[in-house]
């Protein structure tokens, strides 16, 4: 059964840099019909789209947050990791994993991990 | 790129059936999509895909009163016999090559 597991640190101070990392269990992430992404959503607020990257590494950003996002994969480790730089209070959110079947749906997410940008 | 337009709230009485709407943007009328719910505290979950045509294919665990259907550039949800489980954020999603976009979600009280 695929799960995917987010990780890393729920608090970041503004300016600095947020890192995350999904683990996916369950099936390959070198897979050639699925995509990986990552989606937010702040507190109250709806879904936001961040990015993916397929297990080629070819990665694809929300125009909104691309000079501040780098998405990369390990297929080593069967992770793939998000880094989002100089952050703000706006980047506080929950933080999801997902794979994106070969139809464009989402089809399984992470339980997802708050980050809270704060000093 | 597509926008999805989502009322922000539904409510229906236990038992009843509520329908959701959720409208595609000028121009990408054709496009599949797919419902999402996310409950109090939870991740979202997929719940089905759904064509132009109307066709729909729910994902495993779906229950039964779930359904989809489809108008011009309207999707609908439609949730029969609603349950108080049933309350929860409601999304609607869709596509393009390399990005999902999201509709700003509808929120279904159950009474």
Redesign the interface.
Known sequence: QLQLQESGPGLVKPSETLSLTCTVSGDSISSSTYYWGWIRQAPGKGLEWIGGIYYSGSAYYNPSLKSRVTISVDTSRNQFSLRLTSVTAADTAVYYCARRGQIGFLDSWGQGTLVIVSS | QPVLTQSSSASASLGSSVTLTCTLSSGHSTY?I?W?QQQPG?????LM?LEGRGSYTK?SGTPDRFSGSSSGADRYLTISNLQSEDEADY?C???D?????????TRVTVL
Do not use: C, D, M, N
């Open positions: 599949i797919a999402l939870e991740a979202p979950r997929h895909k994902g999304y999603e869709t596509w090559s390399y990005t999902q976009v999201f509709g700003t979600g």
